[in-house]
């Protein structure tokens, strides 16, 4: 079984430009969560969506917002770049919401020039 | 809100030693416990899930315990190799709600 998929795997932009993220879950698993990864924050939670309804969401401004499809693939998209965005984003999937076993896709490296 | 701290935050040992990493949280009402390894520029890998009616559990060199009364839960890894190198993670999951990430403990095992 295929495992979670990323795209792009690297992305450069500029500050002001917007981005998006794809993300493949597991064949079968419906739910998908998104985190940034930064060397300072660590791991942190962006939001989580199930059936293609957000069911969670961390603490970021509203330039960070995501959507799920009916094949649940999910997007996430970050408007108006800034410096502070350049980090890891990792996408992970599970079958059921909420405290069920995440499996992690490779990320995708974004960097804010 | 849910503090997860893992420590250390960096460990180097020679192979086939045994080690402990160490976590703790604030909150002890969670759902369940994960730990997980992360490979340089990688994603993270799912190593065990401790749910929270568990005490421990084990896969291979591996055993992960909780004590949800004092939050905190251990890895223990048996006769580390080389490959054991990489940063482990541990996330705590309050009731059907998002994952908690600590920071991290890098590991170094020296051949």
């Known amino acids: 079984k295929a495992g979670v998929t990323q795209t792009p795997r690297y992305l450069i932009k500029t500050r002001g430009q917007q981005v998006t993220l794809s993300c493949s879950p597991i064949?079968?698993?419906?739910?998908v969560s998104w985190y940034q990864q930064t060397p300072g924050q660590g791991l942190q939670f962006l939001f989580e969506?199930?059936?293609?309804?957000?069911?969670n969401k961390g603490n970021f401004p509203g330039r960070f917002s995501g959507r799920q499809f009916s094949n649940s693939r999910s997007e996430m998209n970050v408007s108006t770049l800034e410096l502070g965005d350049s980090a890891l984003y990792l996408c992970?999937?599970?079958?059921?919401?909420?405290?069920?076993?995440?499996?992690f896709g490779p990320g995708t490296r974004l960097t804010v020039l | 809100k849910q503090e997860v701290t893992q420590i250390p935050a960096a460990l180097s040992v020679p192979e086939g030693e045994n080690l402990v990493l160490n976590c703790s949280f604030t909150?002890?009402?969670?759902?369940?416990l994960q730990w997980f390894r992360q490979d340089p520029g990688k994603g993270l890998t799912s190593l065990l899930l401790?749910?929270?009616?568990?005490r421990e559990q084990t896969s291979g060199r591996l055993n992960a315990s909780l004590d949800k009364s004092s939050g905190r839960s251990t890895l223990y890894i048996a006769a580390s190799q080389p490959g054991d190198s990489a940063t482990y993670l541990c996330?705590?999951?309050?009731?059907?709600?998002?994952?908690?990430f600590g920071t991290g403990t890098s590991l170094t095992v020296i051949p």
């Open positions: 992970a999937s599970s079958q059921t919401a909420g405290a069920d076993t995440q499996y």
């Open positions: 996330a705590v999951i309050p009731t059907g709600n998002q994952f908690y």
């Open positions: 969506y199930f059936s293609e309804t957000q069911r």
């Open positions: 401790i749910q929270s009616s568990q």
């Open positions: 064949s079968g698993h419906r739910s």
């Open positions: 909150d002890s009402a969670i759902y369940n």
